[in-house]
């Protein structure tokens, strides 16, 4: 696959690889920030809304929001280096070339990246596959009708704001490492 992908594209310039990085880093800038900005408001809700008093007597929910607020700092991290991405861009389309980054450095920045990323998405993963198997088992714990009886077993839309907040987060770091592997892939 990768090699119908180099041989589809021209090999770069520094010029066109500048302009492209640019280009590719703004938009996966704005994409990363809408999704993480949606992942956490429905992190906020969940946190803020849960009962304090109320002693909730299923832990994977709160192992589900403490893994989210990891993966959010992840996210803020990831726009942040991916806003980093930005500057090296600008810095190669500058005329004076002692203040081109060197590829080493870009390169670095692109792994750098993709790491985050991919760790991002896989706590994301899991996090969002023990909160829906939370949700599972609560549903199956009681037969219809049951639940309404018994607040403690009833689904609440906050718990399910968990795993929407954990699906967002799995498409913020997918975004970033799409674009970061795409553009090692280019750059080498």
């Known amino acids: 696959m990768s090699e119908l992908i180099q041989n589809s594209l021209p090999m770069p310039t520094k010029q066109r690889f500048a302009a492209a990085f640019r280009v590719v880093s703004r938009f996966s800038f704005w994409m990363q920030l809408a999704l993480a900005s949606t992942s956490g408001i429905a992190l906020t809700f969940a946190v803020f809304s849960r009962s304090l008093s109320v002693a909730t007597d299923n832990a994977a929910i709160g192992l589900s929001i403490f ?16 806003f980093r991405g930005r500057d090296l861009a600008r810095r190669l389309q500058l005329p004076e070339r002692e203040l081109h980054p060197k590829k080493e450095e870009v390169i670095q920045a692109l792994k ?46 906050l718990d399910i704001l968990v795993v929407l907040a954990n699906v967002n987060l799995i498409g913020t770091h997918l975004v970033g490492s799409l674009t970061s592997l795409g553009l090692l892939e280019w750059i080498d």
């Open 67 to 82: 893994l989210a607020i990891v993966g959010m700092i992840l996210a803020c991290f990831r726009i942040f280096w991916t």
């Open 112 to 157: 750098i990246g993709l790491i985050v990323s991919f760790v991002g998405m896989l706590l994301a993963f899991i996090t969002s596959e023990v909160s829906a198997i939370a949700l599972l088992s609560k549903a199956l714990a009681e037969p219809q009708g049951v639940a309404v009886y018994q607040r403690e077993n009833v689904i609440r839309s």
